[in-house]
């Protein structure tokens, strides 16, 4: 909190075959403290998945850091827009069993058969295309705020139920263009291996997802075909891209995009809330939730009965606010 120095937050990620994850961890998180990159990301056999922040004179080294570091020499970063720096405040590296779960058992899947890539300027000419249909591989919370144009969403909060589910949905679609995006490219890159995996032939994804896009539209000074704000999972909780606020309170219904966690500890409910609701409900999702949260700590804890969720910062149990897969199925048929 006292640096003074401007940071700048990056995202990047890479499918290849680490074969000792642990080490290759250990190795990068000796680097980048060096740099005084904070963030987070994770290792596992089938690549790497990152989100870090760095001080602006560092941010050469960074990129010569990454290049020097076998398999990682190339890649395309994403540089947050609308960005404070502001997004982490720790260096965490962690080795999981994937960077995105998926669930696939199938041995034969091949996360490097992928779909081909678009960039802003072929996403919006085949965007144009009555035979296409976008899918947004993101959760519906982020979906909420902002979406392609005519983009349908594949209702489910986890990656690893949407990919059956959007090989089951796109069934009847077959012959049409599928474009698949999410937020920096990750998910919908193995989101396309995966319906190609399931015999789909005309399966595009957006290269380097939202955050991409949005670079480039700028760049190019072209149509945006995204509109509103692009969900982040930092401490900002969004980036708008376009001036449309497509998105409504959760307590008055008035036009609103703003996410927030419900101030009750005991809850900590991810929700859309305007500002006026914010002060009648002190921060809160719910009149419950805000007597709670008035009450004296001591008395709070009580209430939780030693159940913190207090790291439960992005708790969707009340996700039941998404459509339903049906609904979304209909429209789709009657396009
Ligand atoms: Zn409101
Ligand atoms: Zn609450």
């Not at 995105?100 to 960039?119: C, H, M, P, S, W």
């Not at 075909?225 to 401490?235: A, L, Q, S, T, W």
């Not at 009648?280 to 008035?294: P, Q």
Request: aromatic letters at 8%.
């Amino acid at each position: 909190m006292e640096e003074t120095e401007p940071r700048v937050t990056i995202s990047f990620y890479r499918y290849f075959t680490i074969s000792d994850p642990a080490m290759f961890r250990d190795d990068l998180y000796k680097k980048l403290y060096e740099l005084k990159v904070f963030g987070r990301i994770y290792v596992a056999q089938e690549g790497i998945n990152a989100q870090v922040s760095v001080p602006e004179s560092n941010f050469t080294l960074l990129q010569d850091c990454l290049d020097g570091t076998g398999g990682l020499a190339g890649l395309r970063l994403n540089v947050a827009v609308d960005d404070d720096g502001k997004s982490f405040w720790v260096l965490k590296i962690k080795v999981r069993e994937k960077i995105v779960a998926d669930g696939i058992t199938d041995e034969r899947f091949d996360v490097n058969k992928k779909g081909q890539y678009l960039d802003a300027l072929e996403m919006n000419e085949l965007c144009k295309d009555p035979d296409t249909i976008i899918l947004d591989m993101r959760n519906h919370y982020e979906y909420e705020v902002g979406h392609f144009d005519g983009a349908v969403e594949i209702p489910s909060d986890t990656f690893r139920e949407q990919l059956p589910m959007a090989v089951d949905m796109m069934k009847e679609h077959k012959d049409k263009n599928i474009i698949m995006y999410c937020t920096g490219g990750i998910r919908c890159e193995k989101a396309s291996a995966y319906m190609l995996h399931h015999g789909f032939e005309k399966v595009r994804h957006l290269e380097g997802g939202i955050i991409n896009y949005a670079k480039q539209i700028k760049e190019l000074g072209i149509e945006s075909r995204f509109i509103g704000k692009n969900f982040v999972f930092d401490n900002r909780l969004g980036e708008r891209i376009t001036g449309e606020i497509i998105a409504h309170c959760h307590q008055c219904g008035e036009p609103c995009d703003m996410h927030t966690n419900c101030k009750n500890d005991g809850c900590h409910l991810l929700f859309i809330q305007c500002e006026k609701c914010a002060g009648e409900y002190n921060g809160c999702c719910s009149r419950e939730c805000s007597d709670t949260y008035l009450l004296p700590e001591e008395q709070q804890k009580e209430l939780r009965k030693g159940i913190d969720k207090g790291q439960h910062i992005f708790n969707k149990a009340k996700s039941r606010l998404r459509p339903r897969k049906k609904d979304i199925q209909e429209r789709l048929a009657k396009k």
